[in-house]
């Protein structure tokens, strides 16, 4: 079985700022990780995904995360925010079996001008 | 490749009444995904085909709730007897094998039920 956590419901930042979003998981198979972001009424597109190799990736508009498996972790970062990234970000994991992808609840982004 | 299709986008039904969505998914794409996602949640799975087969249908929500794959091509999830608590986005993806691609979303078709 797979969960995630997403620590912080919201966050804030200001236009030109790093974004850092968290993502923790729990999986006891070696896990794909993936991140989506999701705009107002839409559905969920694809920034970027982990399955083996190399442990940062680099995803769509600027995006990367880094697997750290002896942490869990699969942070999201993008070294500065543009007012366009305000939107839904979601982390998920799947152990590639019939349970599909498992979210987390969300981080809403929010950019200051 | 014209990505994942849903219809309709919206539906607004009165309680009590069937509705049915329609899934078309990456025509290459042998799994095909139900996710339903309520506001300020994530989407949560509901049921998995590969090819015509459904492998996973325990966490549908209800036996009010029922998908069919007939050819291995698009899908359709029904639901009976619509309930207020039914009102949520259904979202619908897709993927090559286990899912190391990555998994194609459609924008979903948002229930309303009134």
């Known amino acids: 079985a797979q969960s995630v956590t997403q620590l912080g419901s919201h966050v804030s930042v200001s236009e030109g700022a790093l974004v850092l979003l968290r993502c923790n998981y729990s999986s006891s198979v070696p896990p794909y990780l993936f991140w989506y972001v999701q705009y107002p009424n839409q559905g969920l597109q694809l920034l970027l995904k982990y399955t083996t190799g190399a442990t940062l990736v680099k995803g769509i508009n600027g995006f990367e995360a880094e697997f750290k498996k002896s942490e869990t972790s699969f942070h999201l970062t993008k070294p500065s925010a543009h007012m366009s990234d305000a939107a839904e970000y979601f982390c998920a994991v799947t152990g590639g079996g019939a349970d599909g992808l498992t979210f987390g609840k969300g981080t809403h982004l929010i950019i200051q001008p | 490749d014209t990505g994942v299709s849903q219809n309709p986008r919206h539906k607004i039904t009165k309680r009590g009444q069937n509705v049915t969505f329609r899934c078309d998914p990456i025509s290459e794409h042998n799994r095909l995904y139900w996710y339903r996602q309520t506001l300020g949640q994530g989407p949560e799975f509901l049921t998995y085909?590969?090819?015509?087969?459904?492998?996973?249908k325990s966490r549908l929500l209800s036996d009010r709730f029922s998908a069919e794959r007939p050819k291995g091509s698009f899908s359709t999830l029904e639901i009976q007897r619509t309930e207020q608590g039914d009102s949520a986005m259904y979202l619908c993806?897709?993927?090559f094998g286990q899912g190391s691609y990555g998994y194609t979303f459609g924008s979903g078709t948002r229930l309303t039920v009134v």
């Open positions: 993806a897709s993927s």
């Open positions: 085909f590969q090819n015509e087969a459904q492998l996973e």
